[in-house]
């Protein structure tokens, strides 16, 4: 079992920046890399970013590639989620999940957080 808890969302004007963290306890050594997504009222949950634990390797949708920077801190079981120059379309419920792959695949990802809420107004 791997544990996961988000923090760190908000109200945010269009512009602005906010920063997500993950918490992971349990058997994370089963947590090969940590991804997060997101799901919008009456959309499907979506891709965001993903990274191995050791920052080796990440992955971006092509939506937030340049704004978001996921980055990893071992020593802490932590993963952030740096999010600049928001848009009203980020708005959503942001989730952080572990994979025992490096993938992007929503369906390879067991272990779920409860979702932090993140708004950006216009």
């Known amino acids: 079992q791997v544990h996961l808890v988000e923090s760190g969302g908000g109200l945010v004007q269009a512009g602005g920046s906010l920063r997500l963290s993950c918490v992971a306890s349990g058997r994370t050594s089963s947590a090969y890399t940590m991804g997060w997504f997101r799901q919008a009222p009456g959309k499907d949950r979506e891709f965001v970013a993903a990274?191995?634990?050791?920052?080796?390797?990440?992955i971006y949708a092509d939506s937030v590639k340049g704004r978001f920077t996921i980055a990893s801190d071992n020593a802490q079981n932590t993963v952030y989620l740096q999010m600049t120059s928001l848009k009203p379309e980020d708005t959503a419920v942001y989730y952080c999940a572990s994979s025992p792959r490096y993938t992007r695949v929503i369906g390879q990802y067991g272990y779920w957080g409860q979702g932090t809420q993140v708004t950006v107004s216009s």
């Open positions: 990274t191995t634990w050791s920052g080796a390797y990440s």
